[in-house]
């Protein structure tokens, strides 16, 4: 099977997906390999042959899962926003709480950017040189904006959000405002204690919402 990665000018690039067990493992393995060493070497001299050698396959075995370094580097990225995007965390965890979900966020968020701070540095990197990732890079922040838009759309319907605020622009700007805060923290290196920071854009959040108790009740 073959899987899609969006390009600028609307085509797309393969992604093998391969169908027997093995395949599965050997190209898990590459993308684990790929992940050592573009975080290692970076992006422009990472060479297929040391990310075949990573991943104890041999170098042929590279071109059955995937015809270059940037379609492996787009199965690494891939993998990391699967981390990252935290889907159905309602589900997972119970909350229904407004203020309870917007800090259960932002903490997995923070968490999940620090552990992968290397490589979102990398793909910051490469977003602005090549087209592909700029694509991404532009898919990765409509996915999150238009989750979290759907939560303030939910918010508004309540009672417990204004309601003159636009959903999806919204959601823009407090997700740009979180992911910017990540980048100077654990990229960049400034020195904020975690919780001083989650605290900080929690409150950001629930004034840039006007978030209201249930029923209307201003807080």
């Given at each position: 099977m073959?899987?899609?990665v969006p390009t600028e000018d609307g085509a797309h690039a393969r992604i093998t997906t391969p169908r027997s067990a093995r395949g599965e493992r050997t190209r898990?393995?590459?993308?684990?390999?790929?992940r050592e060493v573009f975080e290692r070497d970076g992006y422009l001299d990472a060479r297929i042959t040391d990310i075949s050698k990573a991943a104890g396959v041999a170098s042929g075995s590279f071109y059955t899962y995937f015809n270059n370094k940037e379609e492996i580097f787009a199965a690494?990225?891939?993998q990391v926003q699967e981390e990252m995007l935290h889907p159905h965390l309602r589900e997972r965890t119970g909350i229904t709480d407004a203020r309870e979900m917007i800090d259960a966020s932002n903490r997995e968020y923070l968490r999940s950017y620090k552990q992968n701070a290397r490589l979102m540095a990398l793909f910051e990197q490469v977003a602005q040189i090549d087209p592909t990732f700029?694509?991404?890079?532009?898919?990765?922040?409509n996915a999150f904006a238009q989750r979290n838009a759907k939560l303030i759309r939910q918010l508004q319907e309540r009672g417990e959000a204004d309601p003159s605020l636009d959903p999806l622009v919204t959601a823009h700007a407090l997700s740009n405002m979180?992911?910017?805060?990540?980048y100077m923290v654990y990229v960049l290196e400034q020195r904020i204690a975690f919780e001083r920071l989650v605290g900080t854009l929690n409150q950001i959040w629930i004034?840039?919402?006007?978030?209201?108790?249930p029923g209307g009740h201003a807080s």
């Open positions: 073959t899987g899609q898990g393995a590459l993308v684990r390999g790929a690494v990225v891939e700029r694509a991404l890079r532009i898919q990765r922040g979180v992911s910017r805060m990540a004034n840039g919402l006007q978030l209201r108790e």
